[in-house]
């Protein structure tokens, strides 16, 4: 399994874009990068999923270099709603598997 | 659709009790997951089923753990006898096959005293 690696911790202000990097220097050729946010007594809540390149929704968008070993969450104008703790997955969805939740990163976001 | 239903929410026990935990999935997701949070530890993966077969179950502590998925529409955790450090929230959680998307339970918070 590939082991990722994230920041700890980071602090924004609202309406600044977010950037979150998670390393994964042992991705493989079939795995998926995943990313969930977790609010405070709730469970994880799935935000984007990407391959390469980079993939956009209505909440963020996650870019992904060509060497796919590591993956940027991006979170455009955050709000004091965004703080919670955001995990980067990689795993190989499409066969099954493991799915290994890392530290996260606790972003909290100022007024 | 419902979501992943979990039951209790909350328990507080005494050592030595057993503990029984219960998951209803998505309805259609065929893959199922039981983790625990705990502040020092994160989140862990303690095992997981594929079509109610379990796959993996490296992460259960011990054999005070057990985990069954009779059928497609129902699982359980069972600890038995539990231990104060046992206190934690689990959550289950469900996925179709060939996603990654993980659909999480509200938990259940576990208390041993």
């Known amino acids: 399994l590939a082991k990722t690696t994230q920041p700890i911790s980071m602090d924004s202000y609202e309406g600044q874009e977010v950037n979150i990097t998670c390393s994964h220097n042992n991705i493989a050729t079939n795995d998926y990068i995943t990313w969930y946010q977790q609010f405070p007594s709730q469970g994880p809540r799935f935000i984007i999923q990407?391959?390469?390149t980079k993939v956009t929704n209505e909440v963020a968008s996650l870019f992904i270099p060509a060497d796919r070993k590591s993956s940027t969450l991006s979170l455009p104008r955050v709000s004091l709603s965004d703080t919670a703790v955001y995990y980067c997955l990689v795993g190989r969805y499409n066969q099954g598997g493991k799915l290994i939740f890392g530290q996260g990163t606790e972003l909290s976001v100022k007024p | 659709d419902a979501g992943v239903i979990q039951s209790p929410r909350h328990e507080v026990t005494e050592m030595g009790q057993e503990v029984t935990l219960r998951c209803k999935p998505i309805s259609g997701h065929d893959y199922l997951f039981w983790y625990r949070q705990t502040m020092m530890r994160g989140l862990e993966l303690l095992i997981y089923?594929?079509?109610?077969?379990?796959?993996?179950d490296s992460g259960m502590p011990e054999d005070r753990f057990s985990a069954k998925m009779p059928n497609a529409s129902f699982s359980t955790l069972k600890i038995q006898p539990s231990e104060p450090r046992d206190s934690a929230v689990y959550f289950c959680a469900s996925r179709a096959g060939g996603t990654g998307e993980l659909f999480f339970g509200e938990g259940s918070r576990l208390t041993v005293l």
């Open positions: 990407g391959y390469k």
């Open positions: 089923f594929n079509n109610n077969v379990p796959i993996d």
